[in-house]
């Protein structure tokens, strides 16, 4: 039995491990037809972002890209692209531990809210007078939301951004597992304090999305497991006016982009068109 336990302690000890290790990769170069600036900048995170700024309309506004965990800037791509001809500057970046961005571990949101802040900083100084807004999708949004103090932005896209660490956690286990996996929860967010000294109450993003005041689009995939649409609910019942709720019938934890096609598009573009 004793070994059974120790057994049982040490997977769970690895797959928090696995879960955050950094995932470093090699960004192939931007297409040439969206004659992409290569741009690094320092982050309070400790890490120096790697990332790449296209020059839109002057005075359109610039979009900053978010991606999601395990992912890096060359995942915002197809968004860039129709921004782009939209007129808009846009921002991609790696957050820490991602892409070509160093980093020691993943922090689903903590470190790279710091990230997002710094990125925010080099668009304030880069073109400064133009209104920004956000993209940000999954871990991506939810380090917009964490990010202290607020992001200073114009408006906000949140894509499938989970409400607290806790549920995220017991959602992915529950859908790899099975649903009595979730008992395993509390030991893979002991885990954040224990390998980041981080404490699982500073993973919320449900307790920082009221205090962001400026219009938010919330978009949420119908069939989402990882972020089921009842949290997405009770994350746009928790944020403030101006919002909205977008909700992509048939969608997974996926690349809403993609699932969405020409309606996201469209959708975004308005949402930009109106609050930048």
Not at 34 to 48: D, I, K, N, W
Not at 54 to 77: D, F, P, Q, W
Not at 108 to 124: H, I, K, N, T, W
Request: net charge negative; charged share 20%; proline share 5%.
């Amino acid at each position: 039995m004793v070994i059974l336990f120790l057994a049982a302690a040490g997977g769970i000890w690895y797959v928090g491990m696995a879960l955050s290790s950094p995932d470093r990769s090699e960004v192939p170069s931007p297409p040439e037809n969206l004659a992409a600036q290569v741009v690094q900048f320092p982050s309070a995170s400790g890490s120096t972002i790697h990332g790449w700024f296209i020059k839109g309309t002057e005075k359109a506004g610039v979009i900053i890209l978010m991606h999601g965990v395990r992912a890096n800037r060359s995942s915002m791509i197809e968004r860039a692209r129709f921004l782009f001809r939209a007129g808009y500057s846009v921002l991609l970046f790696d957050f820490q531990a991602h892409g070509e961005s160093p980093g020691e571990q993943i922090t689903f949101g903590y470190l790279e809210s710091r990230d997002a802040q710094a990125a925010v900083d080099f668009v304030r100084a880069t073109a400064p007078g133009e209104k920004i807004g956000v993209i940000g999708v999954s871990m991506g949004g939810a380090a917009a939301v964490l990010a202290q103090p607020r992001l200073n932005i114009d408006a906000i896209v949140l894509e499938m951004v989970y409400p607290t660490i806790e549920q995220a956690t017991s959602n992915r286990l529950k859908t790899n597992l099975g649903g009595w996996a979730s008992i395993l929860t509390p030991l893979l967010t002991w885990q954040l304090y224990a390998r980041l000294g981080i404490s699982p109450d500073e993973l919320h993003p449900i307790d920082r999305i009221g205090d962001i005041s400026v219009a938010k689009l919330i978009i949420a995939g119908a069939e989402d497991l990882s972020t089921p649409l009842e949290e997405s609910n009770e994350l746009y019942s928790r944020a403030a006016a101006p919002k909205e709720l977008w909700i992509v019938p048939g969608a997974g934890h996926v690349d809403l982009s993609i699932a969405a096609g020409e309606e996201y598009e469209r959708r975004v573009i308005r949402f930009f068109g109106e609050h930048l």
